[in-house]
């Protein structure tokens, strides 16, 4: 590797014989058997180096590959769970997120209330006259003087013959006719007043100065964001509405409930006011309430949203609330009796009825013999349906109002309005007793 010139160092893959560099290892070998054979004992030790450093190589490299492996792979699970777990240094960017929030809400808002004002001086007495409606618009915005303006600020073209200046309704500012935005009036007036009816919308139709305003991007998309949020804001979703929905049928259950409850205590008390087939009317009503509650209720707990979250959690809510309504409130209803025990009630009341009115015409008997001083006399017998004597009453208005009210109750049962059965009822009794007073008082 050294030279015969002690000052010069030679590197590389040189020929011990002729100091040769050959650049690599097998033209090295290769040099030294064409040119150097007589030198084979060289060669062979030539060999034997190479051989020797090449293995060593190859160990170390496969050794050190090995252990890296091994070091690697190799994980100590005692040691990672005995070790202490510090949490490392944190910070909380939620005021900065809120502050930086609330600015550029802030900057949005004041922004677009601005341009709503200014939008309501612009409908609010329109001219229709072109050239009166433009000095409407410059009187309720002012319009920013293009005069030393020769570029559109949004494309940078130049305004020329064909391309001219237009100014933003809302802000004044100077913009070209392709980078104008109109906006509908009909649209604008919505916007102003949400309560306003809104226009039908004609995707046919084409938006000029005639019927929209003249608006640059900046303004129209403030003045869009805000008709997205009142339609936003006015809009129900699907899971809002069937909830109503249910919340609707719950509320015609509870009086419904009621009602049947105060039916069937009617035909236990042995009153004629209801019937069976009124109460079974009323237990089917609130059958299908509760087929329509437990049917809005499985679509709302359907309803796609992700599990864990709370939208998933009140959606279940209210299926469970439904489930135990419908199970504990219009299922457990009471039972009805029996068609025996409600004839059996019946006949008992009428026989009480049929002793209190024969004690009143006993008691009136009295009292007439003893206003009279006549002697006393036996009580008439009782009249009964099939020995009463019937006297001409086809004119008597008690009658006609009788049959008037039966006719509404025959209306309000088809109906399956109970509560006015239950009053037409209560004004039918009134009259049936006091046409029986009058029938005794005649016959006394």
Known sequence: ??????????????????????????????HFESLHQEDQDVLKSLKDIFGKAKTIILNNDNADLKETFARALKFNYQDYYDEEQVIGVSRSSTDYFKGVRFSRLERYATETNKLLIRLDKLICNMPSDPHQRKIHEQDAVPWLDGSSVNLCPNCAKPFHLTRRQHHCRLCGSILCHDCSVFLDIEVAKTIINPSAPKPVSNPELKLTEKNGLRLCEHCYNLIKLRKQVQETRNTKTELVTAYEEMRSLMEQAKPAVAMYEKMCQSLFDGETTYNMSDVNAMRGRIGKLAEGIDLLSKQIVSFPAEPGTRQARLQNAIRQAAGHYIKEDLLSLRKLPTEAQIEEVRRQRYERAEKQIQMERERMERERQRREGAPGAAPPPAL???????????????????????????????ELRFEEVAILEANLKELKKEYKLQKLSSRS
Request: charged fraction near 30%; hydrophobic fraction near 35%.
């Open 384 to 414: 009964t349906p099939a020995g009463a004597q019937h006297d001409d009453d086809d004119d008597n208005p008690l009658l006609e109002q009788m049959n008037i009210i039966r006719g509404y109750i025959k209306e309000a049962r088809q």
């Open 1 to 30: 590797m050294a030279t015969a010139n002690d000052d010069e160092i030679l590197e590389g893959f040189l020929c011990p014989i002729c100091k040769a560099d050959l650049k690599s290892a097998s033209q090295l070998t290769n």
